[in-house]
Structures are given as C-alpha cells and as structure tokens.
C-alpha cells in the first residue's frame, strides 16, 4: 500500500522533475505552483488506504522517500523530520489494550520495546519503517505515530527528548566518581545555595519562623538525574528517593532537586524521569503520587503532543494526584508572549482566504482577517530553525471529523516539510512540523469538515514580519499539563544577574533581579517566558466543557546557581517551578494538613504584583514570597516524632525470641522535626493473637528537635506462636504538634535462625538486557521447601570473572554497569532494589553476594572495582522481603536504562537460613 500511493503521487504529477515555486506577486497568497505542490500531497492523503490512514502521515512519507526514488524526484525539498537510524524509527504505537501478543508482534516485527504503559494502553519502540504497514493493519493498533517528543524549559536551550544527553554518560559518572571516592568529604567546598533561596526571601523565612520542610516530600520530574551521587557526596542533596528503573539521564532533574533542598532543607526528596515517553511519564506522575508519596510534584517538561483545548493523558494525571491532595507545580514554558514581542503563537477562527488548493473543499487560512486583509503565510523569525510547530483545533481527542494540515514552505515558496494526518473521527485534532531552517513560512490549509478555532504554535520560536508579510500573534501559549485547573503553572522572573545574551539578534537587553536584595513591585518577567491565559473547549472525557484557565498561575526565580553541571546558572521556567514547589513544601510543613485550596488561597494573597496591575496573563498573581506566605498562614515549627527500630533482647540477653518467652523490648523515639515534640507519650500493641505487651504506654516527655528518648517494654510470646512467624508491633508515637500521632510497624523475629542454607538458582538460559529499555530483563527462581524464612542473600555468580564484553562465564554481563537497576521481587510482591545506576562504565558482576550485612553499599562502587565482585549491602533492605513464606517464585529483573551498552543475565541464586526446629 505504501509502494502504490508512491505510484500515485507520481502519476498524479505527471512529472519526473522537481517542481519548484515561483514567487507570487501578492506576498500573502501562494504562488500557483506551491499550491500545485500542496493539492498534489493532499492528492497522496486522499489515496491513502484504511492501513496507511492509521499511520502517522510524516511516517509514511518518510517510508516513501527511502523506498521509491520518484517520490524523491517530485518533492526533493520536503523533509519528514523525523530522526531515522538505518530503517528504524521511534514510534508511539497507541492499542486498544497492550497485551502480551501484541508486545510479541511488536519484537517479531523487528520493533524494540523502549516502554509500555498498560493505563494508557501505549507502547514506545524502536521500529523498522518497513514494518510499520503490517503492525498498522492489526485490528488492536488504533494508531501508529512517530515518537512525541518533549522539551524541557531551561533556556540553555531546553533538551529535547529526542536528542541526545549533551554530556556523554562516560563524563558524568567520571565525575560522580571524582566527588565520590573515599576521604574526599573532608576536602569538600561549601554548598552552593540558590540566589533565589535569598530573592524570595526563604532564608529569613525559615531563621523567623523555624520551618525548614520537615514532614513534607517534595518531588520532581525531568530528564534525569545523572550526577545524583555526587551532589549527595558533596553535601548539595540528602538521599532521593528514585523510582527504580526511572532514573533517566542528564542533570536538570539533578538541579531542579538542589533549588528545592536550598529553600526546604529539612523536606524529603524523590525523583522520576520525564522523558521516556509521554505514557511514561504519564504513569510517573502517579507513581510519584501513589508508591512514593509525595506532597508535591513539580516538572518542567513538556510534550509537544499534549493538547491545547482538553486535558489529555498527562494533565489527567496531573488531575488524579492534586484531586488526591498534591500540589502540582509545572513550568509555564520559555516560548514568548506577545508582551515582550518574543511570542511564536497564534490563535483564533478559521476564515477560508479564497484560496482553493487542490480539488477539496476547504482552502488556505487566512491570517489576516480580523486586520480587513488576506495573508495565508505565517513568517518565522531567521532565529526560528529547527523548533517544533504545532497545529491544534477544537475537536475532541479521538474524535477528530475535522481535518486541516499544516505546510511548511521556504522562502521560495516550496514545501519542505508537512504533516497531513488524516482525521475522520477516531484521531486526534492534531498536526506538527519541524522547521529546517530560519526565515521560513507556515500556512495552514483546510481538508475537509467546519471551520474551527485553530492554535499554531512555534516552540521556542517567532513570528516576525517579513518580505511584505506581517506577523500575527495572540496571547496563550501555555498549554499542555501546566494549564491544568488545579496545576500551578510558573512563569519566571531572574533572581540575580540577566540572562547573558539577546533571545535573538537586536532583541533589548535582559532583565536582571534583586539579589542580593529580594522581588519586589519593580521586578520584571523574563522576555522569554510563556504567556496565558488558556481557552479550553472539552473536559477531560471529550464532552463540551468551555472556559478560559488563568494562566499562568504565580512567577518564581530563575538564573540562579546549582552544582549540576551545565546548570550555572540555571535560567528558565525549569528554574522558577521548583522555587515556586519548596516555598508552598514550608506552608506544608508549618501548616500540617492545610488543604490545597487553603495554600493557593495564601500564596495568591501574598504574592507581590509585577507586570501589569493585577492578575495578568504573563506574571499571574505575582512573585510569591516565603516569609510573607508563612506568616499569612500563622505558620509554626512543628515537632514529628517517631519510633525507630528496637532492640528487642529474649530470655538472659539472647538475641532470640522463641514461643513462650519474655523479651525485653527498646524502643527509640526520634524527633526529626523543627519543634520540640512536648507531652510525648508512646502506646504499643500487637495484631499478633496471644501476645501481650506491658506497660501498653509509656511516657516520653519532651523531645527536643533532634534528640532521641529511649523506653522499654516487656513482650510475652504465646507457647502457641508458629514459629518463624513474625509477632508485629505497632508503636503510636502521641505529641503535641499537627503531626500527632504517628505510628510504625514493627515485625519481630520468633525463632532461632538456621545456619543451614538452602540454595536456589536460576536455571534457565541467558536473558538479554534489552538496552535502554524499561521493559528489562526478568529471570524467575522458583523457591520450595522453606516456609519462613529468618534471612536472605543474593548472588550474582559465575564460574570465572573477568571484564570481558559478553563474557559466558560471568553472572551478569553488561559494558556499562551504570546503566543498570536490579531488582528483586518476592512471591509476595515486595520488591527491593539491589543496585541502582552505579559503576560507571565497569564491565560485568560476577560472584557478587548482596547481603544486608555486609559492611560496605553497592552505591559506593567505581568502575575501578570492575569486575563486581564479592559482599555489599544492597541499594534496600532484604530483610523486608521476609514479611511472608518465602516459597514462590521469585523475581529478578534488570533495567538498562542508558543507551548503547548491552548483556545478559546469565546466572543468579537465592540463599535462604530458616529457623531451628
């Protein structure tokens, strides 16, 4: 079918040489011969079949221009813009449900699987253009597009998800194990603090109210967190915790985590890549939310794909956790606004020009109707090259019976690029080009259907005029998941020196900020950050649901200092949202269980107005500050204390408790707060029939923040007690403060552990890693035999180590062991990760015993210590895999999550003590 519409194309010109247009004389109408070229490729639309019309249009032309020369021959500027490796091509196949065949038909295909998300019932891969027409012709495939792409919005220029990391993997984990090798803390420079922690005056917020975070997390999502381990080492961040397996690369997650630990140091963190894929990420929003409990999430990332007009898949889960309680803060983006005459955005009704192209209804937009004038081109600045344009109408997602494309032409006039996706009412209301060069011209043309309200949209470039033409542009750019009802999107304001050189040529200097002083009235928005507000025609479900979102929502600071490389300083909206997130984690943290209605409530009323009076569509309400935010909340240091693990001692000091005995039990509590924990007082029972505990309640005093007060408790066993058995104990720490009470669950060994060890291995053959791929490699280890167990180890084996690439002999091979994440599943469905994104570029595990005793971590490994080799601590617990029986099956599963290295699991065991009889 894709071989026939060439033939077609051919025959339709009826030439074999290029056609090439000539200037009109009016320059805001067409030449006869660009409109030749247009109705020739809506020609190649309209003779599309069932098959090709589920394939994105961009696809199937590039699939043209590879495999038939005269297709070439009669179009020889256009481009796809997509980015092919030999035949291969990233895809998004979008299914009505991702089953196991279709995965299987996938991989046969010759596709690699990069991501599946079963919620949004999507697939991410890498595959043979070639095969695209078979995959497409499976009844469960609803839809083949080429890979979405995102951006983030730092102006350095933002990353594209597409390309790659700007700095090699090699020279980021050179220098995590520079900042990481033993004895260096002691030679470590002082932190690097944020000037925004100063212009948004946190630093005195928190010296006046004595807030710094504690009881929140603060969470963010972005292209990755590379040099993690050395801004750990070096004292710029504690731990993070990091989804497994979505750690991505590069290092604006990395800085985006140091804004929000400068201004909220005493807040948990957590992290989880953005730049996937927009299921993926999707997906990570709620994993944020739902495994690891976040308080708020913040990202700076956006796909080029998310709708302009309805919630689509990433605003919806931007919904589900704000209606979940979180706070979401997103940038508001670097595209321009009209204000500063930095805008690429337009949009407004669709008016027919007059100018019938081709044999269809419809024609070209006219860009100039509300001016009384006709113009169908829409001229891009000579900074506008390579940035993507995006073409949205106001048909629900999934049901578009509207059709319009979107061209793009040269300054002569001749197409060079286009997306013509046919919609006739299962597809989205969408179309995108890539501009290839500057100075070019975008026209907008009818297929078919009513006239509708139209948004076109050039990412990180300008409309300008030029060559006769003039340039249109309207407010709105921000769209996509940070105009979410509930989502605070955050324009950008610098906080210290101006951003260091002109948005484009003969463009007014930047603005500077206040530090060291802090934002005040006279403060100013940067020139590149994205206006609003944000027209919406559906909800989120596709039925009419019309309003205007204010938008942006607040301002925060940008171009301010991080020890990630490649972000000092750090300007863009990617800098302002994790401001904006630490100063609403203090109103948490000093206003235990405030609702989010309350915290937009007073950061609104606070915030100080710069820009236009009053709410505005370039500043929304303002810069907020934090120590004006906390006092309008009457925010207070807040104790929070909890009980930590106890030592727990049986009959005449033994270390184990057998049915039938009285243990002594320490309990520790901790308080980790910013208040002192007064009154404190502790109740422990237990679930567990039979058993009693005495006293039920003790009296801990007053804790002062940081200071632990220990008790202990008597624990009677019943004779009757199963052993192996865990006896749980919940402690319900009880204080004055917002956090009281909290309680911890305790599960208490019964029995006297085995020496004997049962062994289980892997027998099945070699599992390749699939590279840089989510999807990883599983192996199972059935375990039998056992029940309760009272200790676990694993290994990664090997009869002969070495560092050799694909060696046979070795455990697990691999040529880049920093791009690993192993894990560990129990039958029971608890999971712990054994190594996480360590090694650097060190070859191979061989004989590696991961064992909760051991007294180094894995994490502290270099590729010096290649092969992996002998006992360490994993990245979690295993002992927390023991809760239940231990018989099953058992899990092990490898992600790689960096590109180009590759290996094998070849040989793992489970080694389990039980208890004695």
């Not at 690369?249 to 400068?262: F, K, P, R, W, Y």
């Not at 070019?440 to 300008?464: E, T």
């Not at 019943?718 to 919940?730: R, S, Y």
């Not at 720490?733 to 291995?761: D, E, L, W």
Request: proline content about 6%; overall charge negative; glycine content about 10%.
């Amino acid at each position: 079918m894709l071989a026939a519409g060439a033939a077609c194309l051919t025959a339709v010109l009826g030439l074999t040489s290029p056609a090439v247009a000539a200037p009109h004389p009016n320059p805001g109408m067409m030449s006869a011969n660009t409109a030749a070229q247009i109705a020739t490729l809506q020609q190649l639309k309209k003779s599309e079949s069932a098959t090709d019309r589920k394939v994105d249009s961009r696809l199937l032309v590039e699939n043209k221009l590879r495999s038939d020369r005269s297709t070439r021959s009669v179009l020889p500027q256009v481009q796809s813009g997509l980015k092919v490796s030999g035949d291969t091509v990233a895809v998004d196949i979008r299914a009505t449900k991702t089953s196991d065949a279709l995965i299987d038909a996938v991989r046969k295909a010759g596709g690699q699987i990069r991501n599946v998300s079963q919620r949004e019932a999507s697939i991410r891969a890498d595959v043979p253009l070639s095969a695209l027409d078979k995959l497409a012709a499976r009844g469960d495939i609803k839809q083949i597009d080429a890979a979405a792409d995102a951006m983030t919005s730092s102006e350095a220029p933002g990353r594209i998800s597409s390309q790659p990391d700007p700095v090699s993997k090699q020279t980021r984990d050179a220098r995590v194990e520079a900042a990481t090798k033993p004895g260096l803390r002691a030679n470590i420079a002082a932190a690097i603090t944020s000037q925004g922690d100063r212009a948004h005056a946190a630093d005195t917020a928190r010296q006046q109210n004595g807030i710094t975070g504690v009881g929140t997390k603060l969470c963010a999502l972005s292209d990755g967190v590379s040099s993690l381990a050395a801004s750990v080492a070096s004292g710029e961040l504690p731990p993070v915790d990091v989804l497994p397996g979505q750690e991505g690369s590069g290092d604006e997650g990395t800085a985006m985590l140091e804004i929000m630990h400068d201004l909220a140091p005493g807040a948990a963190l957590g992290f989880a890549t953005a730049f996937i894929s927009d299921s993926s990420f999707a997906d990570n929003i709620r994993a944020l939310r739902s495994q690891a409990h976040c308080d708020v999430i913040v990202d700076d990332v956006f796909y080029f794909n998310e709708a302009t007009f309805q919630d689509g898949p990433i605003a919806q889960a931007v919904n589900a956790v704000t209606a979940d309680g979180a706070l979401y803060f997103s940038s508001a983006g670097n595209e321009g606004n009209v204000g500063d005459g930095t805008s690429g955005h337009w949009e407004g009704d669709y008016v027919d020009s007059g100018q019938v192209i081709g044999k269809f209804a419809g024609g070209a937009h006219n860009f100039a109707a509300s001016a009384g004038g006709t113009q169908v081109l829409e001229p891009l600045s000579a900074s506008s090259a390579g940035v993507p344009v995006t073409l949205w109408w106001n048909d629900p997602l999934g049901h578009a019976g509207d059709d319009y494309d979107l061209y793009l032409l040269d300054a002569a006039g001749n197409v060079v690029s286009f997306s013509q996706n046919l919609q006739t009412g299962t597809q989205d209301p969408y179309e995108r080009v890539n501009t290839t060069a500057g100075g070019q011209r975008l026209a907008i043309v009818k297929f078919k259907g009513d006239n509708k309200y139209l948004s076109l949209s050039a990412l990180r470039g300008r409309f300008v005029a030029d060559g006769g033409l003039q340039a249109f542009v309207t407010p709105g750019q921000t769209s996509g998941h940070s105009a979410a009802k509930d989502a605070y999107s955050v324009a950008a304001a610098p906080a210290a020196a101006a951003f260091g050189r002109p948005l484009e040529p003969g463009d007014p200097a930047n603005p500077a900020g206040p530090y060291p002083g802090t934002f005040s009235s006279s403060s100013q928005i940067e020139r590149f950050s994205s206006d609003g507000p944000r027209k919406i025609f559906f909800k989120a479900d596709g039925t009419p649901g019309a309003e205007v979102r204010q938008k942006p929502d607040i301002t925060a600071a940008d171009g301010v200092s991080t020890s990630a490389p490649g972000f000092s300083p750090f300007f863009g909206t990617s800098a302002a949202a994790p401001h904006a997130a630490a100063i609403a984690g203090l109103v948490l943290s000093g206003n235990p269980g405030m609702s989010p209605a309350d915290v937009r409530q007073a950061l609104t009323a606070t915030a100080v107005d710069i820009g236009a009076p009053g709410v505005d569509n370039r500043t929304g309400v303002g810069v907020i500050l934090a120590d004006k935010v906390l006092a309008y909340t009457g925010a207070s240091p807040q104790p929070l204390a909890t009980a930590q693990a106890p030592t727990v001692r049986g009959p005449n000091g033994s270390p184990f408790v057998k049915p039938g005995d009285t243990a002594t039990v320490t309990l520790p509590v901790y308080n980790g707060g910013d208040g002192t924990a007064a009154s404190t007082s502790v109740v422990v029972d237990s679930p567990t029939p039979g058993v009693t505990i005495a006293p039920r309640s003790k009296r801990y005093g007053t804790i002062e923040a940081g200071q632990t007060v220990i008790n202990s408790f008597t624990l009677t066993v019943p004779a009757t007690q199963q052993l192996g058995v865990p006896v749980v104990l919940n402690a319900k720490v009880t204080f004055a403060g917002a956090h009281s009470p909290t309680t911890q669950t305790f599960q208490i060994p019964i029995g006297q552990p085995s020496s004997v060890v049962q062994n289980f291995a892997f027998a099945g053959d070699a599992a390749a890693i699939p590279d840089n791929s989510t999807v990883g490699a599983s192996v199972s280890i059935p375990v039998t035999g056992v029940g309760r167990a009272s200790k676990l180890t694993f290994s990664i084996d090997g009869s002969a180590c070495s560092t050799t690439a694909g060696s046979t002999t070795v455990g697990l091979d691999h040529t880049y062991a920093g791009d690993l994440t192993g894990t560990l599943t129990s039958p029971s469905g608890a999971t712990a990760v054994l190594f996480q994104r360590r090694g650097g570029a060190g070859h191979n595990f061989c004989q590696v015993v991961f064992d909760d005793s051991a007294s180094t971590a894995f994490s502290t490994v270099s590729s010096a210590n290649a092969p992996f080799t002998g006992s360490w601590r994993p990245q979690s617990t295993l002992g927390s895999l023991l809760a239940d029986p231990v018989d099953g099956t058992w899990t092990f599963k490898v992600v790689d999550g960096g590109a180009v290295d590759t290996g094998s699991i070849r040989a793992v065991s489970l080694h389990i003590n039980g208890f004695v009889a």
